[in-house]
Structures are given as C-alpha cells and as structure tokens.
C-alpha cells in the first residue's frame, strides 16, 4: 500500500514539473533566445527474486532543446549582417561623395575644366574665355578638396562609431563573465541554470553582432570567448577592451588592458575597422592618385608654354600638393587670366597648341592605360558596385540566418534515419537549383551588353 | 512615306519584344525570391518544383532574346547599316518617333536585368550556404553515432559527455 502510494506520489511529482516545464516553455515562447525545456525521467525500480518491481518515475533533469551547431552558425550570420550592414551604411556616404546626380561628379567636373580649354582654343585673347578657365578651376580644386575632407569626416565618424561599438562589447563581456559564473555553480550542483544559459545565448548573439568570436566550453559549462583568436572571457572573468583612433596613420586599432592588440574581422567592429584602415584610405588614395595626375600634367604642359604676357608659364596648380585634399590653384595665374600659358611660344598670341594638349589630357591614357576622366569614372563605379556587393551579401546572410532559425525551431522528436534521408534530400535539391542558375548566368551579362 | 511606316512598324515590334523581356525578367526575379523562401524554410519539394519552373522560365528568356536581337538587326539594316556595334543605346537615336519611349524601356529593361542578377547572386550564395551547413549536420550526425569517435575538452581530456546536439533526441 505505501509503494503503491510512493508509486503514485512520483507519478504526481513528475507531471507536476513537467506541467511546470510546459508552462514555462509557453510563457516564453516569444522571448528572443528561449530554448525548449524537457524534463527527463527514468523509471524507479527495484529487484526482487530476478524480477523488476516498478516503483514510478523520477525527475532526472530538467534538458535545454537547443543545437549549439546551428547557435554557432546563427552568431556567425549575425556578425556577417552587421559586418556587410555597417559596409553598406559606409558605402552609401562614399557612393554619395562620388555620384551626386546632380550633374557635378569629378569626372563631369574634370570634363569642364578640359573643355574650358578648348574653348580657349577658339579664341585665346578672348578675356571671358580666359575668366572661364579660372572659374572651372577653381571649380575642379574645389571638388577635390570636398571629396577628400568628406572622406576624411566619413573615416572620424567610422572612428567614433567604432568606439562606441567597443564599449558596448565590454559592457556584454562583463554580463556574459557573470553569466558564466551561475551556470558552472548550477552544473557543478547537478542542475544546469537553463534560464542563464538562454541569457547567455542571448548575448552571445547580441556579441557577435558586434564583433566575430570563437566560443568554447569548458568541463563545468563555463563559455570561453575569443575574439581575434585572443581570449576575452575565461571563467568568470572578463577583459576590458580599449579602442584606440590613430588618425595620423589612418588607423583604429583594440588593444586589451596588458597593451595586447587584437584584430577582430567581422560584426559591426571588424568591419568599421577595415573601412578606417582600408577601404577608406583605398578611395583617398586612388583620388590622391587622380589629383596628382592631373597637377603634374598640366604643370608640365603649362610651365612649357608662353602667356599673353610673353612670358613663360608658371606652375598651374600648387606643385607642392601632395593630394586631392590639398590640390590648390596658383593664385599667380588664378588672379591674373593673362598669366594662362595658352601659347607654345612667346609672344604669338594665336598659338594654341598647349592649350590644345592640356584639353588633349581628355583622351591621353595615363601610365595603368585609363585618361584621368576614366579613372575617375571608375572610381565612382567602384563604390556602387562595393555597395551592391555589400547589398547582396547582407541579404543572403539574413535569408541564411532565417534558414538556421527556423531549422533551430524544429528541432527534437526526430527520428535519425528521417532526418539524415531529409538532409540529402534537401543536398540534392540545393545542388539541382544550383545548377539550373549557374547555368543561366551568363544570359545576364550577354543581354546587359547588348541594351 | 511607306520607309516610315515600316520604320514605325519595325520600332513597334522591337518594343513589343522589349516589353516581353522585362516582364520574362520581372517574373524570373519574383521566381527567385519564391526560392529563397522555400530555402529559409527548407521547403524541399517546393524548391524543387521551383527548380522545373526556373529552367522552363530560362527557356523562355533565351528565345525572347533571341527575337530582341533579330528586331535589333532588322532595325539597323534598315536605319543604321554602318553601325558596328548591335547595342540597343547606339539604334535609339536613329529611331525617328520612339525615341523617348524605346529610351524608357530601355532603362526600365536594365534595371530588371540587375535586380534578377543580384537576386541570382543571392540565391546562389544561400544555395551554397546551405549545402555546406547540411554536409556539416551529416559530418556532426555521423561524428555523434560513430562509437569508435572521441570527444576532448579544451583541456585535452577525454569528454564524458557529446557536445550538446538535440537533433533526433527524444523529446
């Protein structure tokens, strides 16, 4: 009677926490991070006589549902779409920089400054035309110079915007330490803290929107986090991280208390750092590239020719220059339309030619075989091809991460030969979509170019 | 007058034949997001049909090229013979009443080109993603029922218990 009871008690026992369990996978159902709960039990018996006597149930834990795999890839989609997201947001100022649709791109702007030229040409004494040079020069250094200190100010907003992504990465580091301390005393008493480690998953995605990590676990549940292969979480201790902004040198760079640097690549860091270190001096200096082109060909042309004075030509730009940033027009020529060296010999007012080679600059290919028109033409398609790149990036990590989520759904109560037949299913049908689109790829360029 | 009116005509087949191309390219891009979806929610037999649908849509977009690129030539026997180069840009100033029209078109055709392409851009990097996240749940499925396969800690020791994988357990 008293193990019927016992028999009873257990079976009560057993629904009632899981009663408990169901309750508090519905309440949370809808809560970011969440994993299923299911309690675990295990017959209680006893032998007698070579036989089992059943005594009931046992509650022997309570299991989280969760496939840290597939955590695994969701925090590696997550870092991709705020790494190709920050990208995108950066490549759309730079794109802005460079198309401006409103008909003042560099190359437009360029093709004003040679054609003031030509029109020169027509009628070298003519004051206006003389006036014309001056204003569409001013116009072309005034350009530059605004495209590169917009650049500049893009880089010092990446800058900051980079640390306060490092801040934001200590403030997790330090509840994900704490985090790591409630779970391994739960695991080490023999009942794991599923709700800590829900928290946990949760900031572990939140941290890898920021930065891209390594975690692993150790024998008590605690998470190790690497970051750059460098280690930032152990036990419950975190480090403190420090961004440091090195504008003279273009550079951002994340050092750890003990002055180590680390080198994050991916989340929303990785990617403002390699814009600040890389992407964005890659513009400045390919405009850098164009400003200079231009300063030494026309200074070598102009400094050739005779003015209307008689006299030999002065350097048209400031030949100290070093760039698009500093690209100045010599004020002696610019103050005075005389001073413009449209001649190839003194006093013959009529001769063109130098004119006509500084408007020849238009078609004449420089040392990588582009005209300065060309390259800066190339480099305002470079930043929207970038940013579509980006675009497309982004987007297949967030259809990749919705993929990873909803697989994180279903999982449990599957049968293991159900699901490996679904898995190369699903393999046989990725690679015969694959192959019908791979094989319809060209159709797109080929009809691209023909319209 | 008769020149112009077959001009006309000719102009009209050749927009006739543009129009069919951006809708092909309209249907192709809205074909492409079906199959991302069907991707995100491993809708196996959905993919598939979608497969079928995107080879017979191929087809159709290859034969409609095709009638793009006989209008063109037809068009540039006619008004442009010297021309060298067979691009759409190079026949519409020579088309004497279309211009604006064909010009609309043509920028509409483009866009309907690139949104499909980067659509497809898209689709094949998930596609790809997918095949090697199922080939690493076969390697992890297979990892876990292989009883002569070991599992270590980060400390080097033998792991008593699997790396936590819930798929297939019972719930």
Known sequence: ?451 | MMDLTKHINNSDTLITAIRQLISGYKKTEELIDRQITSVVKSNVDELTDFADQQTRINQELEDLEMTFRNEMDTLFAQLAPNEQQRKLSFLIPHLPTKQKEVDALRQTLISSITNAKNKQAQLLNLLEFAQQHTTETLRAIHAMSNNTSKRYTVNGKAATEHRSFAINQTA
């Open chain 1, 1 to 451: 009677m008293r193990e019927l009871f016992n028999i009873a008690k257990s079976g009560l026992m057993a629904s009632e926490r899981q009663t408990a369990v169901t309750a508090n996978n519905i309440a949370n159902a809808n809560t970011p991070g969440f994993s299923r709960q299911r309690v675990d039990t295990s017959p209680i018996d006893y032998k007698k006589n070579n036989l089992s006597i059943g005594l009931g149930v046992n509650v022997d834990q309570v299991t989280r549902l969760r496939n840290e795999m597939i955590d695994s890839q969701i925090r590696m989609k997550e870092s991709m779409i705020e790494e190709f997201g920050a990208r995108s947001e950066v490549l759309e100022q730079i794109q802005e920089i460079f198309s401006t649709q409103t008909g003042n791109d560099l190359d437009q702007v360029l093709g004003k400054f040679l054609n003031s030229f030509s029109e020169l040409s027509s009628n070298p004494e003519d004051y206006n035309r003389r006036q014309n040079v001056i204003r569409e020069t001013q116009n072309l250094t005034q350009k530059f110079q605004s495209m590169s200190q917009q650049l500049g100010s893009i880089q010092e907003q990446t800058a900051e915007k980079a640390s306060g992504v490092v801040s934001e990465i200590n403030g997790l580091l330090s509840e994900l330490a704490d985090l790591n301390h409630s779970i391994r005393r739960g695991n080490a008493a023999g009942k794991p803290d599923n709700n800590s480690l829900d928290v946990q998953t949760q900031k572990l995605e939140q941290l890898a929107k920021l930065v891209d990590i390594d975690t692993l676990k150790d024998e008590n549940g605690g998470l190790e986090v690497r970051i750059g292969g460098i280690v930032v979480i152990q036990g419950d201790k975190a480090v403190n991280l420090r961004g440091e902004s090195d504008a003279a040198n273009q550079q951002f760079r994340v050092r750890l208390e003990n002055g180590t640097i680390i080198k994050p690549e991916g989340g929303k860091l990785g990617a403002n750092i390699a814009l600040i270190s890389d992407e964005i001096p890659g513009y400045q200096s390919e405009l850098d590239a164009i400003a200079n082109a231009l300063i030494t060909e026309v200074n070598s042309l102009h400094t050739s020719g005779f003015d209307l004075n008689g006299d030999a030509g002065l350097n048209f730009f400031d030949p100290d220059a070093t760039g698009a940033r500093n690209i100045t027009f010599n004020m002696a020529v610019g103050s005075d339309p005389n001073k413009i060296a449209a001649s190839a010999a003194p006093n013959a007012p009529g001769n063109t030619q130098i004119a006509d080679q500084i408007f020849g600059l238009r078609n004449q290919k420089l040392s990588d075989g582009q005209t300065v028109i060309e390259k800066s033409i190339t480099l305002g398609s470079k930043a929207g091809s970038e940013l579509n790149n980006a675009r497309i990036q982004m987007d297949t990590a967030r259809s990749a991460k919705n993929m990873l989520f909803n697989q994180q759904e279903k999982i449990s109560g599957v049968n293991i030969d159900e699901e490996l037949t679904d898995l190369i299913k699903f393999q046989n049908s990725y690679q015969a979509s694959a192959r019908v689109l791979n094989s319809a790829q060209q159709m797109y360029d080929t009809l691209l170019s023909i319209v």
